[in-house]
């Protein structure tokens, strides 16, 4: 069982950057196939998929948040990390790490709350 514990700061200015870490037990990131993902969710709204990471290196992005966002992951210490620069109010949301891969693994994390003020 894959566990994920995402971590970061709970409130960031504006025109900050965000920097979460999600720590992963049970499983190796580098485990084939699996993509580690960052979601949120904003207060009454439907969760966006922010990008992912895939097992073998590669990154993917959702297009309206790449220009801002930065995905990376250190294999040795099994985390997978999210940069979001320039922040906006309109970021507040809960933040989530997930683990997915096509054999139907699903796995995520508790969420981390992040509040930008104005």
């Known amino acids: 069982q894959v566990q994920l514990q995402e971590s970061g700061p709970g409130l960031v200015k504006s025109s900050q950057t965000l920097s979460l870490t999600c720590t992963v037990s049970?499983?190796?990131?580098?485990?084939?196939?699996?993509?580690w993902s960052w979601i949120r969710q904003p207060p009454g709204k439907a969760p966006e998929w922010i990008g992912a990471?895939?097992?073998?290196?590669?990154?993917y992005y959702n297009p309206s948040l790449q220009s801002r966002t930065s995905i990376s992951r250190d294999n040795a210490k099994n985390t997978v990390y999210l940069q979001m620069n320039s922040l906006k109010p309109e970021d507040t949301a809960v933040y989530y790490c997930n683990a997915w891969r096509p054999t139907g693994h699903n796995y995520w994390g508790q969420g981390t709350q992040v509040t930008v003020s104005s």
């Open positions: 990471s895939h097992y073998a290196g590669n990154y």
């Open positions: 049970g499983d190796s990131i580098t485990t084939t196939n699996y993509y």
